[in-house]
């Protein structure tokens, strides 16, 4: 690696690794818990979503909240109580950027599973701490697997 490709220290600082999860824990609690209030704290306002079937430009808490909410109806009328990430892996960009790729299993009210979803996030390091400014939904199988997972213990 040259120089030039070299990271800077600070972009790896466990400092920086745990404020990312503790975002997203923020994130899995609000959403888990029905609370697109809670939930949507964890977003960049402007954000974005990204899935197979459209994109979704969000500016505002109130646009977040909506969206999300619309997400959470839809997986309760399927079953879905909440989730549970099972796989993180947060990958450095700079000292402002980080890709975070994760699997989550979302599990029916009596704890059977109803799905594997695949979720990657670009995170931006703010005034407010780590936010996450884009979600791409995928398959479980295409979480992007670079180094070793995060401890979820």
Known sequence: M???EQL???LTSEQDRHAILQTLHSY???FSGSRPDIA???YHKPCSFVDEQEV???NTKLEIEKF???VIDGLKSRGWHHSQWKEIYIHPMD???AMVSTLAVRYKTGGTELERIGGTYVFRKTTAGWKIAM???HPPGRVIRLGDPYPLS
Do not use: E, W
């Open 40 to 42: 949507q704290n964890a």
């Open 8 to 10: 800077p220290s600070s």
């Open 95 to 97: 000292c402002q950027r």
């Open 68 to 70: 999300l909410k619309s």
């Open 28 to 30: 899995q609690q609000g």
């Open 135 to 137: 979600a791409l939904s």
């Open 56 to 58: 979704v430009l969000l």
């Open 2 to 4: 040259t120089p030039s």
